[in-house]
């Protein structure tokens, strides 16, 4: 019936839950407030309540920034950021070469627009912090 915050976020990241992120994001004031709040840090970023939406959108070199911040901010305070990370490393896919414990990701496509963030490595060996991006 309930979770934690730290969990739904979690959740909410891992699977995409348009359920999770709606509460979210209701408890925060709307997807307008959390908008405007991106976009204080990331001017280009804008999010909807349906992932796949065609105005979900962002500049690729701000996505990394993103992912940037993110992990800077895990280093700062691991338990503030655990669900962030927690939410990168549950998206599984087998990329050859790649150990499955070192790729801590998400991807998503739009119809013409596929994006993958995220880092590969070690944490704490200075992973690659990444933000790859294609249209059509």
């Known amino acids: 019936m309930s979770l934690p915050l730290r ?3 979690e959740v909410m990241i891992a699977c995409n ?23 204080s840090y990331y001017s280009t970023i804008n999010v909807t309540e349906d992932p796949r939406d065609n105005d979900n959108k962002a500049q690729l070199e701000q996505a990394l920034d993103l992912m940037v911040d993110v992990f800077q901010g895990y280093q700062r305070e691991p338990p503030l950021w655990t669900p962030i990370i927690n939410g990168l490393i549950r998206q599984k896919g087998n990329i050859d070469g790649i150990p499955m414990h070192h790729l801590n990701h998400r991807t998503g496509c739009l119809e013409s627009v596929v994006v993958d963030i995220g880092l590969i490595g070690d944490f704490n060996e200075d992973p690659f912090i990444f933000a790859v991006g294609a249209t059509h």
């Open 17 to 39: 839950d348009s359920y999770v992120a709606k509460s979210i994001v209701s408890f925060c004031g709307g997807w307008g407030k959390v908008n405007k709040s991106i976009q």
């Open 7 to 9: 969990e739904a976020v």
